[in-house]
């Protein structure tokens, strides 16, 4: 088997195509992951054009060593060195073999002039927005390219939350000046990515009959020039599965609503909520809390 193409995909896009292979019976097919990053990994596919499994990479010898090893190599010899500068210091890569080696080997990338350590924006298959964590305008250049590309609901989408390189890898993205982007960044990527997952989920739930309710998730903002925040509801007497939102709105039977923060509401009533081993990040919300408890602790 010859080892032809490496391919960055992101780990929650990943985990979708694994709950709906659980339900076809393909799971066998899917290609090996191994992570490269926070929401990040890489994958291989032969001559053929036919992704790599695990099996298939166990038939060979292969070690997840073995496999960046590869996909690093490959990618060097195809990689074209043409990015879309947006501004200096700040670029689009937009060819997938030399989005591999800027992810899984950044360190051997040249010509790519970045003010500080290099930041990457991974929000869709062929869009890897690269600037420096020192590039103020960079970095908000990037962000606002981000929002744009995670708000096209047309567009084919591959992860979202920025991450910086530094001394132990990449490692997730934060800055105080660019808060309110950065939470509308992972509003967006949250809201797109549970819902791409809500229907595959739905279905694992309905195949073995537990009538549970897999929310969607929608994206608000409080006010224009806000940040966007992520929520799901949460009906009294329905057992729901909620993402990873910031915000769950109770709704009792006799309509009172009470917006609560998803981490307060985790640590206000850790008994009623359960985290379920899915990508992208899934909670079981079993029961039903106190609304008055809930809102003399708010």
Do not use: C, K
């Amino acid at each position: 088997m010859n080892i032809a193409t490496a391919r960055i995909v992101g780990l929650d896009t990943a985990g979708i195509r694994r709950t709906r292979a659980e339900i076809d019976g393909t799971v066998d097919a899917l290609p090996h992951v191994v992570p490269v990053a926070p929401d990040l990994g890489v994958i291989l596919a032969d001559d053929q054009g036919s992704v790599i499994s695990a099996a298939a990479l166990r038939d060979l010898g292969m070690t997840d060593e073995d496999v960046l090893r590869a996909a690093v190599e490959v990618a060097q010899q195809q990689a074209a060195s043409d990015v879309a500068v947006v501004r200096p210091g700040t670029v689009v890569v937009q060819d997938p073999d030399l989005a591999v080696l800027v992810v899984a080997a950044p360190s051997s990338l040249q010509g790519i002039d970045l003010d500080g350590a290099p930041v990457l924006f991974p929000v869709a298959p062929t869009t890897f927005i690269l600037t420096g964590n020192a590039d103020v305008v960079g970095l908000d250049t990037a962000a606002g390219l981000a929002q744009q590309v995670l708000s096209d609901e047309d567009g084919d989408v591959l992860s979202g939350p920025p991450v910086v390189f530094g001394p132990d890898g990449w490692q997730p993205f934060e800055r105080a000046g660019l808060d309110g982007d950065l939470r509308t960044i992972r509003a967006l990527w949250t809201s797109t990515a549970a819902n791409l997952q809500q229907e595959a989920l739905q279905a694992v739930f309905d195949r073995v009959g537990e009538d549970v309710h897999v929310a969607p998730v929608f994206v608000a903002r409080l006010d224009e020039g806000d940040a966007a925040f992520a929520y799901s509801s949460w009906t009294e007497d329905v057992e729901t599965i909620v993402a990873a939102v910031d915000t769950v709105v109770l709704v009792t039977l006799d309509g009172q609503t009470l917006p609560v923060p998803f981490g307060r509401l985790r640590s206000l009533v850790p008994d009623l909520v359960e985290e379920l081993a899915v990508r992208p990040t899934r909670f079981r919300l079993r029961g039903y809390p106190d609304i008055a408890m809930l809102r003399t602790e708010l």
